[in-house]
């Protein structure tokens, strides 16, 4: 009765991935047990290790395709140093509200059970956290030597960036009465603001509807 939600293995372990976050989200790491996940997408208990070994392995292997699909969209996303330091800055903004709209459940795993991986794996995700982190905090010491910027700290900044703009998934609704694109300016604002500076004719080339 192995893999009874499909033959395809690739869908079989996307389905294992989005229920796993789904539930891992609403119950906790160490409230899921592997044959709860497997009743989730009705397949065989058995055939769930086929996939992955143990609770561990699989979380880990969500932490990590979160931390890589996100450092690779920000790649594509980023307009690169040779942009101005405030351009960069509503462009990371933008990229990091757009990219975790919809992907609210993966963004508090990422953060919320980092606690639950062992050492080595916890190492490994925390790297990858520290280079998006990085990059941010690269743009706003770019800003404070070009005299755009002025905050206290670039790591401190983007850590506190990265915070507020984090815990819009946690209250956003798409239905709700403030519409994602007047959302989306407020943050921007709020993110300018953190940074010691403001919306300007630096940035507004990069503004979507």
């Known amino acids: 009765m192995a893999r009874r939600i499909g033959s395809d293995g690739a869908k079989t372990r ?3 991935c989005d229920a ?3 539930l891992i989200a609403r119950f906790g790491y160490e409230a899921l047990s592997m044959r709860r996940l497997a009743e989730e997408i009705d397949l065989g208990a058995a055939a769930l290790y086929r996939y992955f070994p143990n609770k561990q392995a699989m979380l880990f292997h969500l932490l990590k395709a979160h931390m890589d ?3 690779a969209a920000w790649s ?3 307009p690169g140093p040779g942009a101005p330091p405030a351009v960069r800055l509503e462009a990371f903004t933008r990229f990091h509200i757009r990219h975790h709209w919809t992907r609210a459940d993966n963004l508090f795993l990422s953060y919320m059970e980092l606690r639950s991986l062992e050492s080595e794996n916890f190492n490994k995700i ?8 990085r990059g941010i905090a690269e743009i706003i010491a770019d800003g404070c030597a070009h005299d755009r910027f002025a905050p206290q700290d670039p790591w401190v900044t983007a850590r506190a960036i990265i915070a507020l703009l984090n815990g819009l998934t946690t209250w956003f609704k798409p239905d709700g009465t403030i519409k994602p694109d007047a959302i989306e300016e407020m943050y921007l ?4 603001g953190i940074a010691g500076t403001t ?9 979507q509807a």
């Open 14 to 16: 996307s389905a294992i």
């Open 20 to 22: 796993a976050v789904r």
């Open 69 to 71: 699909d996100l450092l």
């Open 76 to 78: 594509d996303a980023n």
């Open 126 to 133: 925390e790297n990858l956290r520290r280079t998006y982190e």
């Open 189 to 192: 604002n709020m993110v300018l």
């Open 199 to 207: 919306k300007n004719t630096e940035t507004t080339c990069l503004t």
